[in-house]
Structures are given as structure tokens and as C-alpha cells.
């Protein structure tokens, strides 16, 4: 069972950092205003795991915009039985500019799992450099390049500028880890409803669903429902692994965690 926890709960760290990039000049990301709508928010998600019953744990994810600039923070804490395996939080960073036609510029992007050293991406803009320093390697700087946290809402943003997409269009995106540069390409599979509890009662909520597929057959495939009610707000995260286990983020509130007793 330890196992099974430190699995699940590795998938659940990807899931909450779901990340993001793209390139700027492919046709499917074709939009004169991306980063008109980008704006404070504050959304709260349930951790789950296809092969092990109940919430594992919860995860935060919260921007801040201040002019050009922007911060964005996923901070995941398990809870239950992997807290007792799992003690701190994974924390991931997205920090960088707005442009207003292309969305999110990220020069800064890190993660945190617990008490071990913070893996951290940088973008050097005078030699056009993205420095890894978890392994003391560089590749050269793309155009509209995202990271495995901003991508998320890059693509949101995305929807909210121009949301002309049709079933089974491939939108490519670069993305920058803590350790290399890859393409995840997004494919719109379906418009499908789901049922959230966003704390006042079920509710139907109008999504579409796209699907990415890795560069690497054997990497995880990610799974995003945006939903239209919601101005295109990311309402569930899935991961899924090479052998079909998966780690799915359901969205459960609106707006900043209350204190206790409120």
C-alpha cells in the first residue's frame, strides 16, 4: 500500500503543476488579444486515484496579476492515509510577464516536493537561454514557450480569446520542466457536461475536453476539461500513465480557502 500512495501521490504532484507551453506562431493558437482576459484567481481541487478509494489530497492554485507581471502558485498537501507517508506540500512557481496578443511570458518557473532543494527553470532574455539548474544544462530560447504550470491557463486564456476550435484540432505547445524542453500536442476530443460541487450543490457545468499526446509514447497522458460556464476555467486535471492508472483533479471551489471555523 506505501508503494501505491508514493505512486499516486508522485502523479498527483504532475497533475496539480499541469503545466504548459505553446509556440506562438502555429495557426491553432492564431489570436490578437490572449492576454486581455488573464486575471486573479483562485481555484481549489480534490485529489483522486483510480486505484485507491476516497481524496487523497487537496491542491490550490492561485494567480496574481499586477500590470505586465504575473504570479502563479499550485500548492498540493496530501491528506489521509499519504499524509502519514507524505509530510509538506509540493509546490510549483510560474512566474514571468503578460503580453497582451501572445498571453503568458514565463521567465521563472520551480518546484518544491517537501523538505528536498527547489528544482528551478530561468530564462536568461539577454542570451536567449532557458537554464535548468537541476542539471546544469541550456537549451535555446523558443518563442511562446510556456512551463508545465502556466500552460494550463495559457490555454484557457486561449478559449477565452478565441474558443473557434474544432473537434480533433491538434494545438502544439512547447514546454519547459525543471529539466528539458518538449512538445505537448492538445487535441479538442469532446464536448462533454460534468458534475461539480462547487460548495452550494451539484451542478451541471458545459466543458470540452482535450487530450495531449507526448513526444514519448511512454510519458503520461494529460486530460483538461475547460468548462464554457466558468470562462473557460480548468474544472478537472487528469494524468494518466503508461499502464492506465490515473490521477484525476476535480475542481471544488471558487475563490480562496476560508479559515477553519468560518
Known sequence: MKMILKAAFAACMWAALLPAATVAHANGWQCKSMGRNIADLDLRYALTHSQIP????????????????????????????????????????????????????????????????????????????????????????????????????????????????????ALPMRVMSTGRLSTETWTLKAHETVVLNLGEGERTINTWQFE?????????????????DLDWKPVKIQIQDADGKSLTQTLIGLGPQQPAGR
Open 54 to 169: 476516497g481524496q487523497l489530497a487537496t491542491s490550490h492554485h492561485k494567480l496574481r496579476v499586477a500590470g505586465r507581471h504575473y504570479k502563479l502558485e499550485s500548492v498540493s498537501q496530501a491528506q489521509g492515509l499519504l499524509a502519514l507517508v507524505y509530510s509538506g506540500q509540493l509546490t510549483q512557481k510560474s512566474e514571468g510577464l503578460i503580453d497582451g496578443q501572445l498571453g503568458f511570458s514565463p521567465l521563472y518557473y520551480a518546484e518544491q516536493r517537501g523538505k528536498k532543494p527547489v528544482a528551478e527553470t530561468t530564462i536568461d532574455l539577454g542570451n536567449k537561454q532557458v537554464l535548468f539548474r537541476k542539471n546544469s544544462s541550456s537549451a535555446p530560447m523558443e518563442a511562446g514557450l510556456q512551463d508545465r504550470l502556466s500552460m494550463i491557463y495559457q490555454l484557457s486564456a486561449r478559449l477565452q480569446c478565441n474558443s473557434k476550435i474544432d473537434l480533433g484540432q
Open 212 to 228: 495531449s499526446t507526448p513526444e514519448d509514447a511512454q510519458d503520461e497522458v494529460v486530460r483538461i476539461w475547460y468548462a464554457q
